[in-house]
């Protein structure tokens, strides 16, 4: 296909991101607040994919669950997907087919396929209206060196039991070496799809409670979980679904680094759709997808620009993406700005299953590495199985305790916690970020010590600061300023608060303390 797309230039202002087509198009959630104890089956805590899929797979199995999400559902991470439906995840089956054998590449093939199979049977049998789309899925390069590993990657997903092949012409508007393409795969919209989950499982009798966080565990026979608020759930079984887990207790921070990546969307004309949903994972990385817009036309999904949390120049990677995008498609304008958020496990695999080696009614599900809507739909599937005393043939592939993994790919493990420790260490050894409250431009932040104290201080457009502590109070990092978001991030794990010190993202569940911009200097505050 000939590149006759228009270029736009740059915007002139600094860009914001903004809601994301799937929140955009869909109404808002008001499932109320847990107002007081109760005793359920099961706990959920999470209101994502993960978590809404284990919810209403455990409600058909005759469990009664309690959902308990710290803001919206299907609104977190989910809500901010590309949300394709795949199990073609990157150059993902060579390597598994070396680490973990050819039966571990085609137990992780099945269980992400089956996944993509029952959204689809899920669908027909709740009648959902959620834009489901089959097409098939693209690892592409640009590079003709990759040859030989996409070669190697399409035999080892073909040997895997997928519908394989290695080709080198796409519908893509430019000139490839070759890709991978896997048929049978899809793409939908996550929150019709989850909403229709949510009012199913409701209908059933489980409950969902919003705006409420869980602060506390504790395990036993039975299970406690405690919010914020002071109730408590009193559970026999208790699943962790929050992306990062909220409990520290299995060690599995350690095992995966936060991943964070800018999306921009543009209305495409329908005879331009690429046919299909592309990724390529060199360089900056570039990942491609449409969907279906309420005029006929098609809104070009691109994503992009990979990042830790709390490390990145997010104005100059945004503005690199949208002019990819310009430059390579016909949009005509740039409608959504979003991004992203994932966590990488450090042996490639989801983490899913029993919490830690001690745990017998605590389950996880974490570590999806951008792959989150097959992963979620397998771990709901897969957690209800163990939880009714079924162990799936995949068990053991996604087991957290899997301590003989974790160690061949001790490695990554040190390089990862190492880039912790770097941050955790390197960022206090600095005076200071900026010299004074006064350097802090409008609609900027940044971390300036205030009275003896490193503080986190935001100046809004008007010209008012607002600051906070500069401490995550996960593990107690300093957090650094995203300014295409205006939130602070935290780079050793990925936890995000409003400029208010609000928790946005966890693994933390305090929020930032507050500080006084103009109060009097504290003798004695000296915070390192």
């Known amino acids: 296909m000939p590149n006759d797309a228009r270029t736009t230039p740059p915007p002139t202002s600094p860009p914001r991101t903004t809601e994301s087509h799937w929140l955009r198009t869909t109404g808002t959630t008001a499932y109320p607040p847990l107002a007081r104890n109760t005793t359920v089956d099961a706990v959920v805590v999470g209101g994502g994919i993960a978590g809404l899929s284990t919810a209403w797979e455990l409600t058909r199995a005759g469990r009664s669950?309690?959902?308990?999400?710290?803001?919206?559902?299907?609104?977190?991470?989910?809500?901010?997907?590309?949300?394709?439906?795949?199990?073609?995840?990157?150059?993902?089956?060579?390597?598994?087919?070396?680490?973990?054998?050819?039966?571990?590449?085609?137990?992780?093939?099945?269980?992400?396929?089956?996944?993509?199979?029952?959204?689809?049977?899920?669908?027909?049998?709740?009648?959902?209206?959620?834009?489901?789309?089959?097409?098939?899925?693209?690892?592409?390069?640009?590079?003709?060196?990759?040859?030989?590993?996409?070669?190697?990657?399409?035999?080892?997903?073909?040997?895997?039991?997928l519908d394989a092949s290695y080709v080198e012409v796409t519908d893509l508007p430019f000139t490839l070496a070759g890709a991978v393409r896997i048929d049978g795969q899809a793409q939908f919209h996550p929150r019709k799809y989850l909403l229709a989950l949510a009012a199913d499982l409701t209908a059933y009798g489980s409950t969902i409670h919003e705006r409420t966080r869980v602060t506390g565990l504790r395990e036993g026979t039975p299970c406690q979980v405690t919010t914020e608020s002071g109730f408590t759930v009193t559970a026999r079984d208790v699943v962790v679904a929050t992306h990062f887990p909220v409990f520290d207790r299995a060690l599995l921070f350690a095992r995966m680094s936060p991943r964070r990546e800018l999306v921009v969307a543009g209305p495409l004309p329908a005879d331009r759709d690429p046919g299909g949903m592309y990724i390529c994972d060199e360089g900056t990385k570039r990942s491609v997808r449409t969907a279906p817009l309420a005029d006929g036309g098609r809104l070009l999904i691109v994503t992009g620009e990979s990042f830790t949390p709390g490390t990145a120049d997010t104005g100059e990677r945004l503005r690199r993406l949208d002019d990819w995008m310009h430059a390579h498609f016909p949009v005509t304008e740039t409608r959504y700005r979003w991004a992203a958020q994932d966590n990488d496990p450090s042996d490639s695999v989801p983490l899913v299953g029993a919490f830690h080696p001690g745990a017998r009614h605590t389950f996880v599900a974490t570590g999806f590495g951008g792959w989150g809507m097959s992963s979620g739909v397998m771990a709901g599937r897969l957690i209800t199985d163990l939880i009714c005393a079924l162990t799936p043939p995949w068990t053991r592939l996604y087991d957290p305790r899997r301590l003989w993994s974790a160690l061949r790919e001790a490695p990554t493990m040190l390089s990862q916690q190492a880039e912790v420790a770097q941050h955790f260490v390197g960022d206090r050894l600095r005076t200071t970020h900026v010299d004074s409250v006064d350097d802090i431009p409008p609609g900027t932040g940044a971390v300036v010590r205030l009275h003896g104290r490193r503080s986190a201080v935001y100046r809004d457009d008007a010209g008012a600061c607002h600051a906070v502590s500069a401490r995550c109070t996960h593990l107690g990092c300093l957090v650094s300023f995203n300014s295409v978001e205006r939130t602070w991030e935290c780079p050793c794990h990925g936890s995000r608060f409003g400029v208010d010190g609000s928790v946005l993202q966890g693994p933390a569940v305090r929020p930032l303390e507050q500080r006084d911009v103009d109060g009097p200097e504290t003798p004695g505050t000296e915070e390192t």
Do not use: M, W
Not at 112 to 118: F, G, I, T
Not at 134 to 152: E, K, T
């Open 65 to 161: 669950v309690a959902v308990l999400e710290a803001d919206r559902i299907a609104a977190g991470v989910t809500g901010f997907t590309t949300a394709k439906l795949t199990s073609q995840h990157g150059l993902r089956y060579d390597r598994l087919r070396r680490t973990r054998g050819r039966e571990g590449a085609a137990l992780y093939a099945r269980s992400q396929q089956a996944a993509v199979e029952r959204v689809a049977e899920i669908c027909a049998e709740l009648h959902v209206e959620c834009e489901l789309e089959r097409v098939p899925a693209y690892a592409y390069s640009r590079d003709n060196a990759q040859r030989p590993a996409l070669r190697a990657e399409a035999e080892a997903a073909r040997e895997a039991g």
